[in-house]
């Protein structure tokens, strides 16, 4: 474009700028006496239609593209503020205070839509160059900094969703902070953030998080659905279903199964699954409650069929082919017990008694137990009475150890050295042998407690009937391993063995079996009648008692006519 008087180029600063020479506005005054520029004549604008904007290159003439916002960004804040000052005195008086005012543009156009813009410099506009309505001015070409690279915009890219009229992202979906991290986010990095576009690395993040987020929802919705499916099944399997069982009488495969002491039905059930002999729980119960002896199943081991039916398992523990148990009956002895123990192994005649004989101190027997060198079988008496697995392939130390646990517990129920010092006994050991003497000699509940009482009158230093002597064919016969009452007088007489009552004052030196917990009971509770002798009249299970010697006699006379003496 070319001004009016003024060739391009001719005039390569105007001397009012304000940044012109050394003195910036000082250097005005000096030329206060001047002609305005421009030769001279006014200038005069045309307002046209507006162009692309710029302005001309004081330096070699040429146009460039002037980007308003830009050339702000880089002008001098200090001197824009400087400029501000002066502009307020050329509108209270002038800029130097002469009277000398720049020219002042006419009016927009009304109908001119861009008449307010900013104009190209030296286009058909309002020109206020050199005058202080100039903004901003412009730099000296010494000055003039390049402009910055316009950066480029952020390559947009639409979301796979609809994020709605704010093109927000849910903070659901983007899992977490939402406005809050924004806001607290330095600017800086929110630029640098801005510039990654929705093709940045973010971005990806954000939709792997979206993917997340939407799997979550499936998978919980699945879940429930295939919840409520499940629970209903086994609630149409528990109501209506007959509950899962095996067909038939099991494999060839045998199996031994132990069943505690006061295992119920379900218990049972539940080993019996465990061990691969019926399918269900519920397929057992139901046939163990349905069988009129079912409740006859008692603990001990047993000796089953894998893949067995429910009905068929029932049957098979009430037979007793099929029962691995040793079972230890109130007063049994030892002997008898460790012979039962063998047969059930498989072992030799002898295995399980040398056992004892050798281990019994490895067994668990109570520290009072095994107390003088006469006993004859330190584990007489804690054999307890009960059922007991024995299947083969079992150690017969593991069985007795069993046995020997049992005893514990049940005599650990009682303070037995404080009842046998009320009991005018010596030990615990004591309380236990009487027990065992009981069980022998007795033969009903009732008889039990006056047969105690019978043992402590005789064992009194007061006794003058039997002089301490207990008089006992049980315990003969224990020492004897036999079961006999018919004993002569001269056989009797003439052992003098520790267990021999007969010939020995006070108790024998151990247990001669391994008494109920009805007689130990009695034992700990006797009559107090006056009882001191008893005969069994009719030489198997009734027993009679008498206070007197001769009451005795008559007793023993009843006794003789039964037998046939």
């Not at 609809?162 to 899992?175: I, L, N, S, T």
């Not at 998978?219 to 095996?246: E, H, K, T």
């Not at 107390?371 to 024995?390: H, Q, R, S, V």
């Not at 315990?475 to 007489?493: A, G, R």
Request: with cysteine.
């Amino acid at each position: 474009m070319t001004e009016y008087g003024r060739s391009p180029g001719s005039e390569p600063w105007h001397p009012e700028d304000p940044l012109y020479g050394d003195g910036g506005w000082e250097g005005q005054q000096a030329h206060a006496g001047q002609q305005p520029a421009y030769g001279g004549q006014p200038q005069h604008h045309y307002p046209q239609q507006p162009q692309q904007p710029g302005y001309g290159d004081w330096g070699n003439g040429q146009a460039q593209q002037y980007d308003p916002q830009q050339y702000q960004q880089s002008y001098d804040q200090q001197q824009y503020q400087q400029y501000q000052g002066q502009q307020q005195a050329y509108h209270e008086g002038g800029w130097d205070g002469t009277g000398t005012h720049a020219h002042v543009p006419y009016a927009a156009d009304p109908g001119d839509p861009y008449g307010q813009q900013p104009a190209a410099y030296g286009a058909e506009q309002p020109d206020f160059y050199g005058t202080p309505d100039a903004y901003p001015p412009p730099e000296p070409p010494a000055r003039r900094r390049p402009e910055p690279e316009p950066e480029p915009e952020a390559e947009q890219q639409q979301p796979d969703w609809d994020p709605g009229p704010d093109q927000g992202e849910h903070a659901f979906f983007a899992g977490g902070g939402g406005d809050d991290e924004d806001d607290d986010e330095p600017e800086g990095r929110g630029d640098r953030r801005g510039r990654g576009g929705k093709g940045s690395k973010g971005d990806k993040g954000k939709k792997r998080r979206n993917g997340c987020a939407c799997l979550v929802v499936v998978l919980v919705f699945g879940g429930g659905i295939g919840g409520v499916g499940y629970y209903g099944y086994q609630f149409y399997q528990n109501r209506y279903a007959a509950p899962p069982d095996y067909a038939g009488d099991g494999t060839s495969e045998n199996v031994n199964v132990e069943v505690p002491k006061g295992a119920d039905g379900s218990e049972i059930g539940r080993r019996l699954k465990a061990a691969g002999v019926v399918k269900s729980v519920d397929a057992f119960v139901s046939a163990f409650t349905s069988n009129p002896e079912g409740a006859q199943i008692q603990a001990g081991a047993y000796i089953l069929k894998k893949e067995m039916s429910a009905q068929s398992a029932v049957e098979m523990m009430l037979d007793p082919k099929s029962q691995a148990n040793v079972m230890v009956t109130p007063g049994q002895r030892n002997i008898q017990v460790y012979k039962a123990i063998d047969a059930k192994l498989g072992l030799s005649s002898g295995t399980t008694r040398g056992v004892a004989e050798k281990d019994y101190k490895t067994l668990g027997l109570p520290s009072w137990a095994n107390n003088n060198g006469d006993i004859k079988d330190p584990l007489e008496g804690f054999l307890y009475p009960g059922t007991y697995a024995a299947a083969k392939g079992m150690k017969p130390a593991a069985v007795l150890k069993e046995m020997v646990q049992r005893a514990n517990e049940a005599y650990g129920e009682y303070d037995l050295k404080a009842k046998a010092e009320a009991l005018d006994l010596e030990n615990p050991l004591q309380v236990i042998t009487v027990a065992s003497l009981v069980q022998a000699e007795g033969k009903t509940d009732d008889d039990y407690r006056k047969m105690a009482e019978v043992v402590y009158n005789r064992l009194k230093s007061t006794n003058t009937e039997t002089n301490q002597l207990l008089q006992f064919d049980s315990t003969f016969n224990y020492l004897k391993n036999e079961s006999n009452i018919h004993i002569s007088e001269s056989e009797i007489n003439s052992n003098k063995d520790p267990y021999n009552t007969y010939t020995q004052k006070g108790l024998p030196p151990g247990p001669i079996g391994n008494p109920g917990a009805d007689a130990l009971k009695a034992t700990l509770n006797p009559t107090s009648d006056g009882w001191i002798y008893f005969v069994a009249t009719d030489g198997e299970s009734k027993t009679e008692f008498a206070k007197t010697y001769a009451e005795f006699e008559r007793l023993r006379d009843k006794f003789n006519e039964s037998v046939g003496n």
